[in-house]
């Protein structure tokens, strides 16, 4: 059976008006929709909460605190259904599975329940800025330390960046969820990521879902930009 990888435009705006255009133009073209710290920070969550009830979500705030406060977090978070949401896989075993169990409880019905997913290593990171915060060894070592720990606490899935799709399959096989960031078509700037790949790599690699963000939003028009990387999907 064929892998399908999907595809999340990252909505990366402090303005609800921007961010609804950008909507409005993709609808039919991605399969979700992101949108993280920024927006939500300088829009609230009634705003977000509006994006949710029209689109698939990808809720992306990397909660990453002691268990109780990210289980209180996530709790609160319940009334929002969004499609899949994070934390951070730095937060160790027992707030992994605290918010597992914070979003069972908020959720009831297992079938909306949003896909947890783990963040391992930003992909803004490589092995020079792991050993400035007292990590030693690769960053391939330290995505796969912290993915096999997060789906054993309870993650669905693991936000990786696309070089380590295929050690992360090969250690966890296909099961758990792996959306990766830092997707670059063909030519694109790199702007902060480090650890990139293109669209039709990282679906050959075994990505579930990619992340794109300027390539889309930037673009003169952005639905055509989508339809281009959807059609590298579909080509995979």
């Not at 009831?108 to 060894?137: C, F, K, W, Y």
Request: proline fraction near 6%; hydrophobic fraction near 45%; aromatic fraction near 2%.
């Amino acid at each position: 059976m064929s892998h399908k990888t999907r595809l999340i435009a990252a909505l990366d705006t402090q303005s609800i008006q921007q961010a609804h255009d950008w909507a409005q133009q993709l609808v039919g073209h991605v399969d979700a929709l992101k949108l993280g710290l920024e927006f939500t920070y300088a829009c609230g969550l009634e705003a977000v909460k509006g994006f949710a009830q029209k689109h698939p979500l990808f809720l992306d705030l990397k909660l990453h605190d002691i268990p109780n406060t990210v289980a209180g977090g996530l709790s609160a978070l319940g009334q929002i259904h969004p499609k899949l949401l994070t934390i951070h896989a730095a937060g160790g075993p027992a707030m992994i599975e605290r918010a597992r169990e914070a979003l069972e409880a908020a959720y009831p019905n297992s079938a909306e329940r949003p896909t947890l997913l783990a963040v391992t290593v930003l992909t803004s990171m490589d092995e020079h800025a792991l050993q400035e915060i007292g990590v030693s060894g690769s960053v391939e070592d330290q995505v796969l330390r912290l993915g096999k720990m997060a789906i054993a606490s309870g993650a669905d899935g693991l936000v990786c960046s696309s070089k380590e799709i295929i050690p992360l399959r090969q250690a966890l096989g296909c099961q758990p969820t792996l959306v990766v960031p830092g997707i670059r078509p063909a030519g694109s700037a790199s702007d902060d990521q480090k650890r990139i790949m293109t669209p039709t790599d990282a679906a050959r690699a075994g990505a579930d879902w990619i992340v794109v963000g300027r390539p889309i939003t930037r673009a003169t028009h952005p639905a055509e930009a989508a339809r281009a990387i959807q059609a590298e999907l579909q080509s995979v």
